[in-house]
């Protein structure tokens, strides 16, 4: 038999089975859009920390209990109540046959009420990255024009900006951070010259968890005639953030973080004060404000949605809405205090071991949530996939910035136990 024949025969055959149920079952629709699990109702939002129960807020999340997950700085999970929006949502719209747009209207008031802005300064994107390409190419720069970003970024935040370089030369200057995080503002007020047009930096670094003084920066940038982009998203949903307050240009964030919303989903915010100078980056329906093909006329929208241009994926956008009710049932504060005492307790628990090198501001002004180590002497690279097949502990090794370290991502599924965990693991490769 020929090869050509060899490969219509396998062809044939492996078509004609996909085709036999009894060989491959389908996916019934009331299978797939339902989540099968008796998880508890999350308890009512209470202004008494102490009263909290953090083992009910646990159980809103589908993954084993014995499956130790530190890696919300790079995927968080989402509660069983945004994963049943999206599903009844999909059910809804294909059993009606709409897209539903209209209907995201009320998760745009639901974000911008949870940053303190206006609902037309708010787009949903896809992830942190597409933001961030929109405020970079929105800006229109032009070759010899200086955007400012720090060797901490992450590669979806430093990308767009490099992008700019590569295409129409604009330049691109790296700045080092200051580890302590006392220093940074100076630093990037250093670095500034006549040809800065933009600075861009990250909230919260990817690399050490380091908080920047992004009001302060913000204010400066303001005082030059500097573009302020913002990379939010290892911020957004791990502590309150007031956007107004800031005032930032763009702030940028992924949903699927600290927010726990759907994969696939983003958040920009445009500042309304800019939205005259800036065109859209893409153009399609929705983007315009007047439309007639016969006069060639089109007016763009005086709205960050502009950027939300064609058909849109509505279930997953709801199931965004369903994200910033659980947090904020929870409360934004409460998340922030818990995610701190969590940090405070692994400190605690590493403190008399020396050859564990904590690279994360002390500081609560310049830090959060996250806290990246390295054990000394080590690859930590190597040792962080052994920590999670020997102990169960998912966590990010950092390889930017040739930092070789472990990123410990504290969320509000995680318990004081599990920080002993973690302290006890890691203070036993260190003997090892």
Known sequence: MSKSSRRSFIKKNLLSGLFLTSAVPLLHADNALQTKHNNPSLKPYTSDYNSIDWN?????????????????????????????????????????????????DITHEKMAKFLNVTADEIAFTRNATEGLNIAARSLRLKAGDEIIISTHEHVGGASPWMALAKDFGAVVKLIELDFNGQNNLKIIKDAITPKTKVVAFSHITCTTGMKLPAKEIVEFCQSKGIYSCIDGAQSLGMFPIDLRDINPDFYASSGHKWLF????????????????????????????NKFDLNTLTMDYRKSAQREEYGTRNTPITLGLGAAIDFINTIGIENIAKRGRELVAHFRKGIANTPEIEILTPDSESYSASMITIRIKGKDNLKLNPILAKEKNLRMRGIYENNINGIRISFSIFNSFEEVDLIAASLKYFTKS
């Open 261 to 288: 919303g759907p994969k696939g989903t983003g958040v920009l915010f445009i500042n309304k004060n800019i939205i005259d100078v800036i065109s859209p980056v893409f153009a399609g329906a929705y983007t315009d």
């Open 56 to 104: 009910n807020i646990r159980e809103q999340f589908l993954f084993a209990k014995d499956y130790h997950y530190l890696n919300t700085g790079s995927l968080g999970p989402s509660p069983r109540i945004v994963l049943d929006t999206v599903c009844e949502a999909m059910e809804k719209l294909e059993t009606s046959v709409s897209h539903g747009r209209h209907e995201i």
